[in-house]
Every structure is written in structure tokens, then in C-alpha cells.
């Protein structure tokens, strides 16, 4: 079982629709979680942190659930601009903060 | 400010061939830093990271090498490339976020290779 799982999509959506994506991990000792986002050819960068509580970027909103092991990240009013591959990430500590990345699931959001 | 170098960007070599990537952080001392590979339709991959000049831990056995022979330079190597080999190359260095111990990473732009 891979450490960091998601549906590599592509999720099709109009403009203005709300999509949502979903990822589990498997070490239930995962301590920090993340998701970044990666532009096609481009380096990831940091979208948002996800907290235990849940929290809210804008239009952005992140979930976690420790029960289940999985993340959420859901999007509002998906704009062109939202269109790229989203990675979720896992801190686990193995003596060192090791980051794990997922597959990514990518987005394209149509006029 | 933070900034993250690396080069080159891009490059093509053929099989058998070295290999070196270079990567330099501005405007920050003793980073953490990292060297991941992406292949492509493939998660990141964590292939060496260092908490100092000359501490490099390897995650996964591969004809790749790394150095820091500076506190702010991450060097990626090869001396005899393989196909498998080819994929983006990311260096990132990293800070603590919050007080959860947690690394957040920023990457550099990324070097692609295609090994031939």
C-alpha cells in the first residue's frame, strides 16, 4: 500500500463549480499534513497547511480526519486559474521530518 | 529574502554519461536541504537530504551521489547515467512550520534530464 494515495483524475470541472479531492496515508503516526500545488512543468509550491480543527483559505478549505486517515481539500468557485495538479503531503517523523508526497490529482477547470 | 537556485534547467545526456546539479539558497544559514526526483506520472520521490556541510542521508540506492561542500550548496552527481535516471529534479530547502516540528519545503525551479 502506498504510504500516500489519490485519484490522479483528471477532474473535469466548469468555472464557478466546487470540486473536491480527497487523499488517505497509511502511518496513522503522520503528524503534519499539507497540500501544494504543481503548475504542468513547474516546481510544487505550498498551498495550505491542514489542521486537525479543519481550516479555510479563501476559497480554499482543508479537512482532516486522523480516524480515517484521510485529507480533504476542497475548492469554491473554481476559477481557470485553479487548473493544475494537486499534491497531498505527510510529514512523518523517522528520526527526521521526512515529507511524502502523493501522485498528485489533477484539476482542469473550463471556461 | 529566501531565494533557491538550481541549474540547469534543463539537459540531455546520453547514457553512460556524468552528471552534476547544482543548487544554492540565498538569504537563510544552515538549511535543511533536499534532492527529490519526479519521474514522470510518479509521486515525488525523496532521493538525499542534508542538516549540514557534509551530512548527506540517502533514501534510496541509486547510481546518484550528493554533496554540500558549503552551507548553502547541494550538489546532485552522477557518474554514469542510466534511462531510468531521466525526470525532474527538484532541490528544495526547508523551514520548521509552526511548532510542530513539521518541515514546509520550497523547491527550486527544477532541473529536467532526459537521458538517452
Known amino acids: 500500500r502506498k504510504e500516500v494515495e489519490q485519484d490522479p483524475g483528471p477532474f473535469n470541472v466548469p468555472e464557478g463549480a466546487t470540486v473536491a479531492f480527497n487523499c488517505t496515508y497509511s502511518n496513522s503516526a503522520s503528524q503534519s499534513f499539507f497540500w501544494y500545488r504543481q503548475d504542468c512543468r513547474k516546481e510544487p509550491k505550498l498551498l495550505m497547511s491542514v489542521y486537525s480543527s479543519g481550516n479555510e483559505d479563501g476559497r480554499f478549505t482543508a479537512q482532516l480526519n486522523r480516524a480515517s486517515q484521510y485529507i480533504s481539500l476542497l475548492i469554491r468557485d473554481s476559477k481557470l486559474s485553479d487548473s493544475a495538479t494537486y499534491l497531498c503531503v505527510v510529514s512523518m517523523n523517522t528520526g527526521f521530518q521526512k515529507l511524502v508526497f502523493g501522485t498528485g490529482t489533477r484539476l482542469l477547470v473550463s471556461p | 529574502s529566501q531565494t533557491i537556485h538550481q541549474w540547469p534547467a534543463t539537459l540531455v545526456q546520453p547514457v553512460g554519461s556524468p552528471l552534476s546539479l547544482e543548487c544554492t539558497v540565498e538569504g537563510t544559514s544552515n538549511p535543511n536541504l533536499y534532492w527529490y526526483r519526479q519521474a514522470a506520472g510518479r509521486g515525488l520521490q525523496l532521493l538525499f537530504y542534508s542538516v549540514g556541510i557534509g551530512q548527506i542521508s540517502s533514501e534510496v540506492p541509486q547510481n546518484l551521489s550528493a554533496s554540500r561542500p558549503q552551507d548553502r550548496q547541494f550538489i546532485l552527481s552522477s557518474k554514469k547515467l542510466l534511462l531510468s535516471d531521466s525526470g525532474f529534479y527538484l532541490c528544495?530547502?526547508?523551514?520548521?512550520?509552526?511548532?510542530?516540528?513539521?518541515?514546509?519545503?520550497?523547491f527550486g525551479a527544477g532541473s529536467r534530464l532526459t537521458v538517452l
Open positions: 528544495a530547502w526547508s523551514v520548521m512550520w509552526g511548532n510542530s516540528g513539521a518541515n514546509v519545503l520550497t
